[in-house]
């Protein structure tokens, strides 16, 4: 009970911490401007004093804490109220009506939703199958490599990441038109795939590294080949990391807009582009439907490759574990 009124007091010295950030701003911008009233005034004195009495009342760590909940809250409670009235009964997204299903029957029978559902499939589970083979390749190769070679491939690889990707879009867009792709599902795939094998890339080549030589060199010293060392040693440890980096790919294609968006030509419209389609004439409830069952779709697709992950690196602890005794027994 201690612990849950410490986490709301938390939050609410948050709260009132940005509020008063806010009103100072507030404050600043309408004496910039030369809209000062009285109200602001009043504004400014309780913002400066929650700015100021708030860290002394709230010990900072909480204060974070209570920051974190509070911007976690800002981003989730949109996607809950999306959610929420997937299932209203009612016409109206604005209030809620009652519990029904009755728009996802609604959605799924909207042949322009379904086609483009089916076209987000496709893409997205072709993207996944060729980001996957490329990138474990390239992890396989560049992990053996010395760091001269090694290095500007991974400069390459990291530029895709931390590009912005409205800036691939652009340039995969300027690319097309001036090779002459006709835009479609092809330039579609083969943006995401860029995208996704570098995903994979540095999902396959972590585990890799981690996993060590131990095994592959016992493996060799008892008179196997490189081939049977790989497929009987290394393919079955590095499995759960690819079929992670397949299904993170999977659902990085699946939801992108951005570069689907600039890429996709007319009248291939995917599952994201056809719910921002949509909205544009006004919400409804359908819509929210389709986004909540694209939601489900991306949130299976995360939580499997986590989970894969995480007994990946669960794997690795035996069998470290394992060796260790091993050699202890053998001392």
């Known amino acids: ?17 940005v509020l008063g950030l806010v009103l100072v701003v507030a404050f600043l911008v309408g004496l910039a401007g030369g809209g000062v009233s009285a109200r602001g005034a009043i504004g400014l004195v309780l913002g400066l004093a929650a700015v100021v009495l708030v860290p002394r009342l709230v010990p ?3 204060l974070l ?18 959610i929420v009235f997937a299932f209203n009964a009612g ?43 490329f990138g474990t390749a390239a992890a396989l190769a560049l992990s053996r490599v010395s760091r001269r070679v090694r290095n500007p491939f991974d400069v390459l690889v990291f530029l895709t990441l931390v590009v912005p ?34 995903l994979v890339l540095l999902v396959v080549r972590a585990r890799f590294v981690s996993m060590g030589t131990a095994l592959q060199e016992a493996s060799m010293d008892l008179g196997a080949s490189a081939l049977a060392t790989f497929r009987q040693v290394t393919l079955p440890r ?22 689907s968006n600039f890429t996709a030509g007319a009248g291939n419209d995917t599952w994201p582009l056809r719910i921002l389609s949509g909205i544009r004439f006004g919400l ?17 697709g995360l939580g499997g490759a986590a989970l894969l992950m995480r007994r990946a690196a669960r794997t690795d602890t035996d069998v470290g574990g394992g060796l260790a005794l091993g050699g202890e027994g053998r001392g």
């Open 284 to 300: 409804r409830p359908d819509l929210n439907a389709a986004a909540t069952m694209m939601l489900a779709v991306t949130l299976l």
């Open 60 to 62: 900072v760590p909480s």
């Open 165 to 198: 990707e409205l800036v691939i879009a652009v340039s995969a867009l300027i690319f097309f038109v001036n090779v002459g792709f006709e835009l479609g599902l092809v330039t579609m795939f083969i943006g995401h795939t860029v995208f996704n094998a570098s």
């Open 1 to 17: 009970m201690r612990e849950a009124a410490r986490r709301v007091g938390a939050f609410a010295g948050a709260l009132a911490f």
């Open 238 to 259: 590095l499995a759960p990391a690819i079929v992670a980096g397949a299904m993170l790919s999977f659902t990085f294609s699946f939801d992108d807009v951005v570069i």
């Open 91 to 133: 016409d109206n997204v604005a209030s809620f009506a009652g519990f029904s299903t009755k728009w996802f029957g609604a959605a799924l029978r909207d042949e322009s939703i379904t086609s483009a559902i089916t076209r987000s499939f496709q893409i997205a589970a072709a993207s996944a199958i060729i980001a996957t083979v």
């Open 65 to 82: 804490g209570g920051y974190s909940a509070l911007v976690y809250f800002f981003l989730f409670a949109p996607i809950l109220a999306v």
